[in-house]
């Protein structure tokens, strides 16, 4: 195919200087994740902030008290813990790489 419009599209084009555009956009970008994820936390305090009138905070005290010991030695307990660790350890790995 020698078409002449192979011939242009094969050339390189120049450079095109952005004068710091890349840098401002990705400033915005990062700026603005940021108050999404600072939104989506606020919204979820304030929806959550109502329940602690409602939660019945001396029985859960009380109730946590009494099982402490029990869940303190209980063996399907610290297995779920340890692969909880391990997972969120592994998940780490990962996200470095």
Not at 29 to 37: G, H
Not at 77 to 85: D, N, R
Request: proline share 6%; charged share 20%; glycine share 4%.
């Amino acid at each position: 195919m020698n078409d002449p419009l192979d011939a242009l599209l094969a050339q390189r084009l120049e450079d095109v200087a952005d004068n710091g555009f890349s840098a401002r956009i990705t400033t915005q970008l990062a700026s603005r994740q940021r108050r999404d994820a600072t939104v989506t936390w606020i919204v979820v305090a304030l929806a959550a902030l109502p329940l602690l009138w409602l939660l019945p905070v001396p029985s859960i005290s009380e109730t946590a008290a009494r099982l402490a010991p029990a869940l303190a030695g209980a063996a399907p307990l610290a297995l779920a813990c340890g692969l909880l660790l391990l997972t969120l350890s592994f998940e780490n790995l990962l996200r470095e790489r």
